[in-house]
């Protein structure tokens, strides 16, 4: 019961359970690119520009592309709290039996300090690697950011 | 708790007992905000389209068919077209004439490059042989697969016959390479 009573108080920093929002806003895509029969290539997101830098034997072509975005917003009590996001160490995009891996992930701002109740948004990028000769299709998967609030 | 079908029941009594303890909870709170840290999971997709690689496969040879040669070296032309002329001391006697043809697939509308052979060799009996070179296709300047993925080019080149070669069948290869732009 008293826990319960916490929760509905809304301290964000006081416990556990985050009371403010976090939320995954946006998908992170790499468009279209196609891989090499002899050579395997990367391609690499940039998390505040969304630019894309290529290696090996990839070849970009656009479309859809663009970093993750993750946001949320305060709650009470959480005025100067410290956000960042942790994020794994390599996440699988599949199809059928066959994936590509992404790995590398950066994150835009690297923190933000909230101010009362305001949104907060950070942008995720990430190198996929594409092995050669990977099958042409569509390649999904999923990846879980954890926002870390400190300092409130 | 608090967001199951119970839920108003529970608030109820949770306000309740909030107006009794309340005095002991702004307490507690107030000495354990200082170090607290709170994290939340959210998760995004990920996703990635892969187009095909760009491949080309030779559906035709390069085909010079039968020339005849004389004490004047001269040269063989096979068009892209497939059409042959000779200059020099060269003349033509029927054959096989062909342009090298090829077939391109990949991602459907993307520009594409041809490279080609600066020279290639056609060796013959014993170890005589001739050179072809100027090697050209007939993608234009700019090469593009169509809306299928899917594109073609054919191939001539210019065959260099010595004074007095040596007669008998001359076969050599060179390679065709493509490239996304």
């Known amino acids: 019961m008293l826990a319960g009573w916490a929760g509905n108080a809304a301290r964000a920093c006081d416990g556990p359970n985050f009371s403010g929002t976090f939320q995954a806003e946006l998908d992170i895509a790499f468009g279209v690119v196609a891989s090499s029969l002899s050579s395997a290539g990367t391609v690499t997101l940039d998390a505040a520009t969304g630019g894309v830098t290529t290696t090996g034997g990839i070849t970009f072509f656009g479309g859809d592309v663009h970093p993750a975005r993750f946001s949320g917003r305060g709650g009470p009590g959480t005025n100067n709290c410290v956000v960042t996001l942790t994020l794994p160490a390599s996440a699988t995009l599949r199809r059928g039996g066959r994936m590509a891996t992404l790995t590398n992930f950066t994150v835009w701002p690297a923190s933000i300090t909230l101010r009362g109740r305001h949104p907060f948004s950070f942008q995720v990028g990430a190198t996929l690697t594409v092995p050669a000769g990977l099958p042409a299709g569509t390649y999904s998967g999923s990846f879980t950011a954890t926002a870390v609030f400190t300092n409130c | ?181």
């Open chain 2, 1 to 181: 708790m608090y967001r199951s079908a119970g839920q108003s029941i529970w608030n109820t009594v949770a306000r309740r007992l909030a107006a009794v303890v309340a005095g002991f909870a702004v307490v507690s709170m107030a000495a354990t905000a200082a170090q607290a840290q709170a994290s939340a999971d959210a998760t995004a997709g990920a996703s990635v389209t892969i187009a095909n690689p760009i491949a080309v496969t030779k559906t035709a040879d390069l085909s010079f068919g039968t020339v005849v040669p004389s004490a004047t070296a001269g040269t063989v032309v096979v068009s892209t077209g497939g059409a042959r002329s000779v200059s020099g001391g060269v003349s033509e006697l029927g054959g096989t004439v062909t342009a090298a043809a090829y077939s391109v697939t990949g991602y459907a509308n993307n520009a594409y490059t041809i490279t080609l052979p600066a020279s290639a060799t056609l060796a013959g009996p014993g170890t005589t042989s001739m050179t072809a070179d100027t090697f050209a296709h007939s993608a234009g300047t700019s090469p593009a697969l169509d809306g299928t993925g899917a594109g073609s080019f054919s191939v001539g080149a210019t065959l260099n016959v010595g004074a007095n070669q040596t007669p008998g069948a001359y076969t050599g290869t060179f390679n065709v390479t493509v490239a996304y732009n």
